[in-house]
């Protein structure tokens, strides 16, 4: 099936503020494609404290440039405490407004990001008859139990997963980030469930167009301007602490510095440098001998163009197996081979089976030392950079991964009937 122009309507629920970078660089690429292919694409958004950080001009301002590229973007207020009765406000807020919007627009689908959008969606799909899509970004439940933040089998992890089951039976199509995820929740490797509703397997992507070296700067410029010319440079990119193993990574860094004195540590990151700063210090890891800068999502590229390897420990737990950690698909995009714990998502497979780096399988000084010879040799090869590319645009890239094998997951729905 193909879709004419203007033939779908979708309404894309999102809990997250439009400023996220998360959002900036995940959500709006994909709601692009979706509207280049000819859906017609509306985005309901909520933003914290929207009267202090918004005003009439910059609301009005984002609403003409999203409208220019065929998103028509709504909003309503964030509302964070006390946690619990604020979230069920949201959501009843948020399913009331979007049901207006679906009357009033004639929405055909309801794309909900995530566990609470799709409660919202739900509660719409049954006021209005649209249809509804689950995209799935992970296993809510089983990380708040991961997390430590819910007891394991508690009340509140047994009404989520009950509210889960709902969401599951209620939804007309499903988009998981993994290969694991959709066998775990739908068993085999099945593009339909058991009773005939599509699945997409959809990972993090990214648009390659922005990890392309322009020709204007080269990998050497920037190093030359961080002064890392002649260096061995690793970099972390994302949050520290919760899911992401600061002292582990911190260890491993430090002993890559031991293993090679030219080393460089170089960490991109929103989070409190000190949360690394001090492990890293502690370790002997020298002043001179990292750098942690907080980097726009825009001008990330020419950060990891300075990097020689990337490295990525997450908390390999039951959760994460329905990850797809977005600083892989960029750092394979910038040319970078990938140091990864194992567990998680479909990383283990992909990392090995494409040879763009390596699996730490334990976290200690051999653990680490075998990974940093095994980067070593894999650096002498001098094709790396050139397979570590053809991986991102191969699995990760958003105009020949993500965004077709979105609009097929809406060829399919609409080519199908809603779950009654």
């Known amino acids: 099936m193909s879709l004419p122009p203007d033939s779908v309507r ?75 009765p604020a979230t069920l406000y949201d959501i009843v807020a948020g399913a009331r407004y979007a049901a207006k919007l679906v009357r009033t627009y004639k929405i055909d689908v309801l794309h909900a990001r995530s566990h609470v959008p799709a409660m919202m969606g739900a509660l719409v799909k049954r006021w209005t008859g649209a249809r509804l899509i689950f995209d799935i970004r992970g296993f809510m439940p089983e990380e708040y139990v991961d997390a430590g933040l819910w007891p394991a089998g508690g009340s509140i992890y047994r009404a989520v997963k009950a509210t889960e089951r709902w969401l599951l039976s209620s939804a007309d199509a499903f988009v998981v980030l993994t290969e694991r995820a959709r066998e775990i929740l739908f068993g085999g490797g099945a593009d339909t469930d058991s009773l005939g509703r599509p699945i997409e397997v959809i990972p993090c992507c990214m648009d390659a167009e922005r990890f392309k070296s322009p020709a204007t700067e080269t990998a050497e410029d920037v190093r ?4 890392l010319a002649g260096r061995r440079v690793i970099v972390y990119l994302g949050a520290l602490g919760g899911w992401y193993l600061t002292e582990e990574m911190a260890e491993f860094l430090a002993t890559a510095h031991r293993q090679d004195s030219n080393t460089f540590s170089l960490i991109l990151t929103q989070s409190q440098p000190d949360m690394i700063s001090g492990p890293l210090r502690a370790l002997g890891v020298s002043n001179e001998d990292y750098l942690i800068r907080k980097v726009a999502p825009a001008d990330v590229p020419r950060y990891l163009r300075a990097a020689d390897v990337s ?39 992909m990392i090995e089976g494409d040879r763009v780096g390596v699996i730490v399988r334990e976290f200690n000084e051999a653990g680490y030392l075998e990974a940093m010879s095994a980067l070593d040799a894999m650096r002498q090869d001098g094709s790396i950079a050139v397979r570590c590319k053809a991986s991102a645009i191969s699995r990760f890239d958003l105009s020949t991964v993500g965004g077709p094998r979105y609009v097929r997951l809406y060829e399919r729905l609409m080519a199908g009937r809603a779950v009654e």
């Not at 202090?52 to 590229?69: G, I």
């Not at 030359?224 to 002064?227: A, H």
């Not at 394979?332 to 990864?340: E, F, K, R, T, W």
Request: aromatic share 10%; with cysteine.
């Open 311 to 349: 490295l990525s420990f997450i908390k390999p737990c039951y959760s994460k197996q329905a990850s797809s950690p977005t600083k892989i698909a960029e750092a394979l995009a910038s040319g970078l081979p990938i140091v990864s714990n194992a567990g998680i998502g479909d990383l283990d497979a």
């Open 224 to 227: 030359g301007e961080l002064n």
């Open 10 to 84: 979708t309404l894309y629920l999102c809990y997250f503020s439009l400023r996220e970078p998360l959002v900036q660089t995940q959500v709006l690429p994909y709601l692009r494609q979706l509207s280049a292919a000819g859906i017609q694409v509306h985005l309901l958004t909520f933003e914290p404290r929207l009267r202090e950080s918004w005003s009439v001009e910059d609301l009005t301002k984002q609403k003409e440039r999203l409208a220019t590229e065929g998103i028509a973007w709504f909003y309503l207020p964030y509302h964070k405490r006390p946690s619990v």
